[in-house]
């Protein structure tokens, strides 16, 4: 009896992770920088799919959840095949091509949920929602599935095109068709294998996804690295790169954010991370951890300069340090001297 509980507890986590994750994956794509229509659309989808997969494991471990419950995981269910469509279409810059305006043709879908959800509640037409309305759902994400085929095709035919190298866009695009299909299948299905095997199949593709692109991310860096280990810059772009590095620094003042990343700023820069590595250390002959720590202990020495005094962790942190004793570190590393110290000899040579 205790090995079958563990079993379907084990169950229960492997079926509701991906769902979970698939939400906090939404809202990254939300919330993400730079924000476009296809990185909304990618989470919209994600979203619909993680109600959905939320809906059926709460469904098969707990059969007397509410009847609004499971009307919501099917109604969301009845959107995850347009928003895959119009990700893919957005994603291919065709979406400005199609007949009837996006704008118009989401609003319609969204409407029409929300009025049948209202004159047709789960509760009071079960006998609608478990046949008709089931079969409907499945069939409507399948037609807006094979829509999105026609659109991203050509992108499969570039598989097989030595010449063609795909981004990691695109990679993103066709896993998220191909993970759609495959939970899409694993649903349709269900009624030959089992109801949970919809959720399994979308922790399993999630988790794939991601690390083929955090490999995919890993092989190119180090291709990257590769390319720039014995290449000298030229004198030109050093140039041109200091001084947009320099203009993040002093106008932006990016360093104030005590998470800035080296790979934030390559980007802001438009350039990759081995050349801006390269760039600071072959020609400015520092670390970008030294380089960033200069600017904010300059920033620091004009705050102990200033006639009223502030506290050492209230500068810490406006410098972008994430502590005061990271501050202490830093500051005597390229003055020698800590910042009480030098607060009090300024003091000192102004009297």
């Excluded at 989401?106 to 008709?132: C, E, H, I, K, M």
């Excluded at 922790?203 to 000298?232: A, D, H, M, N, P």
């Excluded at 620094?249 to 790979?263: G, I, K, W």
């Amino acid at each position: 009896m205790q090995s079958v509980q563990i079993n379907s507890e084990i169950l229960f986590f492997l079926s509701a992770i991906g769902a979970f994750n698939g939400l906090l994956l939404a809202l990254y794509f939300f919330i993400a920088k730079p924000s476009s229509l296809a990185k909304q659309f990618l989470a919209l989808m994600l979203l619909m799919i993680s109600i959905r997969i939320l809906k059926s494991v709460w469904f098969f471990f707990h059969p007397e959840v509410t009847k609004t419950f499971l009307q919501v995981g099917l109604s969301a269910c009845f959107l995850i095949g347009p928003f895959l469509y119009f990700y893919c279409l957005s994603a291919t810059n065709k979406i400005a091509n199609i007949l009837i305006p996006w704008q118009v043709h989401v609003s319609a879908l969204v409407l029409f949920t929300v009025g049948f959800n209202v004159l047709y509640p789960y509760q009071d037409y079960l006998w609608l929602w478990q046949n008709r309305v089931y079969s409907i759902v499945n069939y409507i994400w399948l037609f807006y599935s094979v829509l999105s085929v026609k659109v991203i095709w050509y992108k499969f035919r570039q598989l097989f095109d030595d010449k063609v190298k795909l981004s990691n866009d695109d990679i993103l695009l066709m896993s998220a068709f191909i993970g759609n299909a495959i939970i899409w299948f694993a649903y349709y299905s269900s009624t030959y294998t089992s109801y949970i095997v919809g959720a399994l199949s979308f922790s399993f593709v999630f988790y794939l996804v991601c690390l083929l692109l955090i490999f995919r991310w890993r092989e190119q860096q180090t291709l990257l690295g590769k390319k720039y280990q014995f290449k000298k810059i030229e004198q030109s772009q050093v140039q041109s790169l200091q001084e947009k590095l320099e203009q993040l620094m002093t106008q932006q003042e990016l360093f104030r954010d005590a998470n800035l990343t080296q790979p934030q700023v390559a980007r802001k820069l438009e350039v990759s991370v081995p050349l801006l590595s390269q760039m600071l250390n072959d020609n400015l002959n520092k670390s970008f951890s030294v380089y960033i720590n200069e600017h904010r202990i300059s920033a620091a020495k004009e705050l102990l300069r200033a006639n009223k005094p502030m506290k050492m962790d209230d500068i810490s942190e406006q410098c972008g340090f994430n502590s005061q004793s990271t501050f202490y570190s830093a500051f005597k590393k390229v003055e020698n001297s800590t910042p009480a110290k030098f607060r009090s000899q300024f003091s000192s040579n102004n009297s």
